[in-house]
């Protein structure tokens, strides 16, 4: 009996139990620099802002973001050009760009190094998803008690063939004025720490934070 | 008092030549093609006056120019002549490039491709044109008769019909209940050729007669085969990959397995025979010179390099014929008995040139001083049609007739008054290798100031000594122009474009600083006054040598240039095949790091010590606009003497023509500023 009860128990456990892999749809709400400033989220002990600009236009553009490690330090030892498991119990995360004017958008995240392993560019009959994975081109870090630029995401559908045109670039230095013109909207007394791929390296003054 | 001003007015006009200016450079061609008759009586003209199309018709006989169609006439936006055949010697069919737009928004907006066939018979005032509504593609003008020609229709099942042009409905024209599309013609009766299969390509024979055709068959996919009395015949190959060869081997064993129990003799599968799974992806384009063998490409090709193949579908051999590095390769023509290739059209970022090939079927881009191309030839030989090009002639139509040669037209009529300027060609050591440079200079001077000019790629890309908008403005001005063919540049041969491999931000510069040396110790160039400007990598090459080398540079000018070499080696534009060809060719992100920061001007500005003009366009998809705000800000954080232009919705060649002139200008005032 004490066999089968175990069994049982293990079964249970099994058929609950979520697979790493598993993706879960967005809890994260993407706000525009005037609504954040309106009505800035809550932000938890473990998380930091994430701040991004995106411009994307087809029905449905969003992205898979897999969390690889929760220290944003350890993010130089990732090794390229191979799959990374993600961190113990992290989830796939989609977060979703319906809907978006062109424009700066913030959000919480937990602290750590992140991977986009999808690009999702749905266009009618059209169904892209450009898979990211492997490739270490498309990382980005949040860190803590900072709101983390991580770049610029493009996400079009080609004008004039059946194609769509995916880019996350590095747009810190063209993107200065505009991040210091933000900062000093939201208020948020934090600095800008810069997101944008394992590591900085072209060094740039820092914008905000405390006096 | 008039008698003084008209004194004045007379000196200043003979004593002061006007320049011309970036407008007249960087306008669009008066005259964009010409398409000789078969008969050799005509030729038609697409003209461009202010962004306006039409066709003229050159009467070789009469000598005289009459137009006889406007595109205004059909209201469509953003037309282009994309190719023109004569059907005989009245009508002209073009295939046009149309934007179409959407109903909601410009995504929806799509380019459609139409023929539009205009008699040239017509006038202007009351022009005559048809259009063909069923989709395929004119497959033989038949030159000797004026009214009819072969239309292949595409389709599930594919027809070739000899059509009447006079029974079209005319272009544009709303139909009406009695109107039938194509005038009903695309019935049994004028048909000549049926297969039942989706047609890829036709091959025709000398004589007109379709010999083979690729097409996909119904459930059994892409064969190639032989035509013969309007039908399909012999099957020469057919296209299989490796699991559908697989799952036909094990069913054909199984078949012959019971074959060998009934005693009945073993079945070879006729279509596993015909195709070659290991090298599947091989894909006829044009004809060769006998049944078996074509010119093709490998769908499927690894690397980075574009190859057109002759390929050999009976012995199953592929032989490389062609390469092309950093150029797509988008037509090509072999001879007429097939045996070579003679011309391969090429096209980067929008530049599209034709590259025609010897006996030996090597380039012959760099060997002559004269770029000399038959467009086009009358059935009987006695009329050909040639464009001519060299440094001194930006493009102009020849009519040959009986021995005699003409100028007809002029492409970029604006040019033909520009000054004539001196072209030398030479050549330098550099480490092993011989490096040349194209020297272009001012006739006036006696003692000019240089501009260097190095090429943008920098790997396959090479400078032609023949006419160059951007090198010939400069001359204008009165500055001497020097660009270099530096080692990974394209057009000599295979070792010299690997010989620039890892080489962007150390041989490349070398060689480019050698024949500059080389160059300043001419008696006719100002060794005082050099400048140094490129677009893209001649951009970043321009930046770094300004930094390198005060001593011989005293300003740099980068358009669209690299200022981060390792932000460019992690574009993330790049696929994963093209990322893999950066990691070959410029360098590794992940393994060397440290060598790509260290030719890296944006962590090097500190050292500069000369003025620098940064342009860039910010929809630049190649070289981000990332790169000119890095060194903005490293130039601002050091206070160098620099200056911006940056322009609002320019890609990486400046795609529209008022960008361009305004970036010359620009240069063209920073260089006066500076030389």
């Known amino acids: 009996m004490k066999k089968f009860i175990a069994l049982l128990a293990l079964l249970m456990a099994l058929s609950t139990s979520y697979p790493a892999s598993a993706k879960k749809r967005s809890p994260i709400k993407l706000q525009s620099i005037e609504e954040a400033k309106a009505k800035p989220q809550r932000i938890k002990e473990s998380e930091g802002w994430v701040l991004v600009h995106i411009d994307a236009s087809s029905p449905a553009p969003s992205i898979d973001v897999q969390r690889l490690l929760s220290r944003v330090e350890d993010a130089k030892t990732l090794p390229s050009g191979k799959k990374i498991e993600p961190c113990m119990a992290c989830r796939d995360t989609n977060i979703s760009f319906k809907n978006l004017s062109p424009g700066y958008y913030i959000f919480p995240m937990r602290v750590g190094v992140y991977q986009i392993t999808n690009f999702n560019v749905p266009y009618y009959g059209l169904p892209y998803i450009q898979d990211t994975d492997r490739d270490r081109r498309f990382r980005f870090r949040v860190g803590e008690g900072a709101i983390s630029y991580i770049g610029h995401i493009e996400l079009q559908k080609e004008r004039t063939s059946n194609s769509a045109e995916v880019a996350y670039l590095d747009r810190y230095a063209t993107a200065n004025d505009e991040l210091k013109a933000a900062l000093s909207q939201l208020n948020f007394e934090l600095p800008i720490f810069y997101g944008y791929g394992m590591e900085t390296l072209f060094q740039m003054d820092p914008i905000g934070g405390k006096e | 008092m008039r008698a003084i001003y008209l004194f004045l007015a007379l000196f200043f006009s003979v004593n002061i030549e006007a320049k011309i200016g970036a407008k007249g450079f960087f306008a669009e061609p008066g005259v964009m093609s010409a398409h000789l008759s078969s008969d050799g009586s005509k030729v038609a003209l697409v003209t461009n006056t202010y962004g306006v199309l039409a066709i003229e018709i050159y009467d070789v006989e009469q000598t005289t120019r009459t137009p006889v169609f406007n595109f205004e006439s059909i209201k469509k936006n953003d037309v282009r002549v994309l190719n023109a055949t004569w059907l005989g010697s009245r009508y002209l069919a073009l295939e ?260 025609y090939l010897d006996e030996d079927g090597n380039s012959t881009l760099l060997s002559s001083d004269n770029l000399r191309i038959e467009v086009g030839s009358s059935v009987e030989g006695n009329v050909t049609l040639d464009y001519v090009e060299n440094v001194n002639n930006p493009g102009r139509y020849h009519l040959n007739k009986g021995g005699k040669e003409t100028v007809l037209a002029s492409r970029y009529p604006q040019l033909d008054k520009m000054a004539e300027i001196e072209l030398v060609k030479s050549k330098i050591q550099s480490d092993d290798l011989e490096v040349e440079y194209f020297l272009t200079l001012p006739k006036a001077g006696d003692r000019v100031p240089l501009v260097v000019m190095p090429h943008g790629g920098p790997i396959g890309v090479f400078d032609s000594h023949y006419f160059d908008a951007g090198t010939r403005f400069l001359n204008e001005q009165g500055y001497a122009v020097l660009r270099v063919n530096y080692r990974g540049s394209g057009g000599y041969t295979k070792d010299f474009i690997d010989a620039g491999k890892k080489q962007f931000g150390v041989g490349i510069l070398k060689d480019i600083v050698n024949a500059t040396s080389d160059v300043l110790k001419r008696d006719d160039i100002d060794a005082s006054s050099v400048c140094i400007a490129g677009m893209s990598y001649g951009g970043y090459a321009a930046t770094m040598l300004t930094l390198q080398h ?109 960008d361009l002139i305004q970036v010359f200008d620009t240069l063209a005032t920073f260089l006066a500023k500076h030389l």
């Open chain 2, 96 to 355: 046009i490039g149309l934007e179409v737009l959407g109903v909601e928004n410009l995504l929806d907006t799509k380019r459609k491709v139409d023929y539009l066939i205009v008699d040239s018979q017509a006038s202007a005032d009351e022009p005559k044109a048809y259009g063909i509504k069923a989709k395929g593609v004119i497959i033989d003008p038949l030159n000797v008769d004026d009214e009819h020609f072969m239309f292949a229709k595409y389709g599930a099942n594919s027809r070739i019909y000899k059509l009447k042009v006079s029974k079209l409905n005319r272009y544009g024209k709303k139909f009406s209940k009695l109107d039938r599309p194509d005038g009903g013609q695309l019935k049994k009766k004028n048909q000549t050729v049926s297969v039942e299969g989706a047609v890829v390509r036709w091959f025709l024979a000398e004589n007109g007669e379709v010999e083979s055709v690729l097409y996909f068959k119904r459930g059994e996919g892409m064969r190639l085969a032989e035509i013969e009395k309007g039908e399909v015949t012999t099957e020469i190959h057919a296209w299989l990959t490796t699991r559908e060869a697989k799952d036909r081997r094990k069913k054909q064993a199984r078949k012959n397995q019971k074959a060998k129990k009934r005693g009945d003799e073993p079945t070879i599968d006729r279509v596993l025979n015909l195709s070659d799974v290991t090298k599947t992806h091989f894909v006829p384009v044009k004809k060769a010179d006998t049944t078996n063998r074509f010119y093709g490409v490998n769908l499927e090709s690894e690397d980075n390099i574009q190859t057109v193949y002759l390929i050999d579908y009976e012995k199953k051999e592929y032989k490389p014929v062609y390469e092309s590095v950093a150029y797509r390769i988008t037509d090509f023509e072999p001879s007429e008995d097939g045996k070579r290739l003679a011309s391969v059209n090429l096209v980067m970022d929008g530049e599209a040139f034709t590259d």
């Open chain 2, 550 to 658: 005060p001593e011989i540079f005293k300003c740099g000018a980068t358009v669209a240039g690299v200022s981060d070499v390792y932000l460019m080696a992690n574009n993330t534009r790049l696929s994963s095949r093209q990322f893999e060809w950066v990691k070959e060719h410029i360098g590794d992100a992940d393994t060397e790091k440290e060598h790509l920061l260290s030719i890296s001007p944006v962590y090097l500005t500190e050292n500069l010590s000369r003025p620098l003009l940064v342009v860039h366009g910010t929809k630049d998809k190649i070289v981000d606009i990332e790169h000119a705000y890095r060194l903005k800000y490293v130039l601002d954080k050091n206070q160098k003497d620099y200056e911006w232009l940056e322009l609002e919705n320019s890609g990486h060649q400046f795609e529209h023509e008022s």
